[in-house]
T-cell receptor, first 113, second 112 residues
Framework: GDSVTQMEGPVTLSEEAFLTINCTYTATGYPSLFWYVQYPGEGLQLLLKATKADDKGSNKGFEATYRKETTSFHLEKGSVQVSDSAVYFCALSDHWGGGKLIFGQGTELSVKP | DAGVIQSPRHEVTEMGQEVTLRCKPISGHDYLFWYRQTMMRGLELLIYFNNNVPIDDSGMPEDRFSAKMPNASFSTLKIQPSEPRDSAVYFC??????????FGSGTQLSVL
């Protein structure tokens, strides 16, 4: 079945460092891809999404490009802040888009001042 | 908009007891999802509804779990009897037309 694999955490960075969190997927069709973020004690929030190959999703300085040839959707940010500390989840929808989501295991990011 | 509202935020119960988790989706949303989050298994989709009708319950672990959505503004997830391995954070999420999911803050369930 469809699945999502993320790099293991925790990832610890200094403020203003460059961030990459790797995500690869397996899907039989043409899924939409998402990054969600979970701050401590809260539910998940949509960070960005891409619905087709070569699309780039972006939000709050984060970016991810839908790469069909490498089945990847890596999350990047040029300069992280302490407030970016959270758990990041890569996900795909095996349906019309945004419905039944399949999540990766999550990657914890800790940014130190 | 108040967002997706879940109650209670924390639930501590003893093995064998019945547990009921509640969710109020965002008004106007036609999809409702129940997820479970644990360290070992990550985020798992338990069941989802479209227009109050259960569409896919293949993620429900066993017959001890049941979910209902009697109307567009309310859903429950019930565990009877509860077991220690049910301890987890349970999230409810809603969406409109299958687009962006909005998650509640979750219910932290501890079964002793």
């Amino acid at each position: 079945g469809d699945s999502v694999t993320q790099m293991e955490g925790p990832v610890t960075l200094s403020e203003e460092a460059f961030l990459t969190i790797n995500c690869t997927y397996t899907a039989t069709g043409y899924p939409s891809l998402f990054w969600y973020v979970q701050y401590p004690g809260e539910g998940l929030q949509l960070l960005l999404k891409a619905t087709k190959a070569d699309d780039k999703g972006s939000n709050k300085g984060f970016e991810a490009t839908y790469r069909k040839e490498t089945t990847s959707f890596h999350l990047e940010k040029g300069s992280v802040q302490v407030s970016d500390s959270a758990v990041y989840f890569c996900a795909l929808s095996d349906h019309w888009g945004g419905g039944k989501l399949i999540f990766g295991q999550g990657t914890e990011l800790s940014v130190k001042p | 908009d108040a967002g997706v509202i879940q109650s209670p935020r924390h639930e501590v119960t003893e093995m064998g007891q019945e547990v009921t988790l509640r969710c109020k989706p965002i008004s106007g949303h036609d999809y409702l999802f129940w997820y479970r989050q644990t360290m070992m298994r990550g985020l798992e989709l338990l069941i989802y509804f479209n227009n109050n009708v259960p569409i896919d319950d293949s993620g429900m672990p066993e017959d001890r779990f049941s979910a209902k959505m009697p109307n567009a503004s309310f859903s429950t997830l019930k565990i009877q009897p509860s077991e220690p391995r049910d301890s987890a954070v349970y999230f409810c999420a809603s969406s409109q037309l299958g687009e962006k999911l909005f998650f509640g803050s979750g219910t932290q369930l501890s079964v002793l």
